[in-house]
């Protein structure tokens, strides 16, 4: 349903280096950085793997993920990013594209803290078992915890809303996969009359939790984060 296509213009060859932090945090004031994120699942979709991260500039619970190198596909990157922070290596179609969204943060943790970042991220879903998610192995100075979360208690609880955003949009892409498969399979009227419904259902949903977000129209949604509890309103 979702698909974050790379073009390749002429001859491209990455050239990647260390920035120490201060030239990075240069950088970070001029430019959006590219991220990869994961949401991993279990296989039903149930429930959500999450990771509660220590640093900023989202030390909550979070996506699995980050930042893209020059030349890779989000798909590579995502796989790059669950084998440095899962010690897991997977393949890359195992990573499926079901968002982008854009990120504005007001901390950062380069110097000074304060300039904040941003970024464009390509969030994927990652549906791992129970034996994959326990060989994995965490940065204990990124994360804090890590938990297995019921998709049910994030949407009703006290989480970022993107996180909120890329369960629905995980629905709703699960809904147009089982709506394709039935026809292509020449399935009943009847069956693909009942998962366009649903389709639709679904991602109504999904476009209604946006609209009550603020953010109609494309509009920006303001997040605030106090006392263990967000807050969100469309952006002035």
Request: with cysteine; aromatic share 10%; net charge negative.
């Amino acid at each position: 349903m979702q698909r974050t296509l790379q073009f390749i213009t002429g001859e491209f060859t990455p050239r990647h280096c260390f920035l120490p932090d201060d030239e990075y945090g240069r950088c970070l004031d001029t430019v959006v950085k590219a991220c990869s994120d994961v949401l991993v699942t279990d296989a039903s979709g149930s429930k959500v793997f999450l990771g509660q991260r220590k640093v900023e500039p989202q030390p909550d619970w979070w996506y699995i993920g980050g930042r893209s190198k020059p030349g890779e596909t989000p798909e590579a990157a995502a796989a790059r990013n669950v084998r440095r922070e899962l010690k897991l290596d997977l393949p890359l179609e195992r990573f499926e594209v079901v968002a982008n969204y854009s990120f504005v943060w007001q901390f950062r943790q380069q110097p000074p803290a304060g300039n904040g970042t941003a970024d464009i991220s390509t969030v994927h879903r990652l549906a791992l078992g129970d034996a994959e998610v326990a060989g994995a192995v965490f940065d204990e100075k990124e994360y804090a915890a890590t938990k297995w979360w019921p998709a049910e208690d994030v949407l009703s609880g006290d989480f970022h809303p993107a996180l909120k955003q890329a369960i629905r949009d995980v629905r709703a892409a699960d809904a147009f996969k089982r709506l394709r498969e039935l026809v292509v399979a020449g399935g009943a009227d009847a069956d693909v009359a009942t998962a366009a419904r649903l389709l639709v259902e679904t991602a109504g949903a999904r476009d209604a939790a946006v609209d009550a977000l603020g953010g109609a129209d494309g509009a920006p949604v303001a997040v605030s984060f106090a006392n263990g509890r967000y807050t969100y309103r469309r952006a002035a």
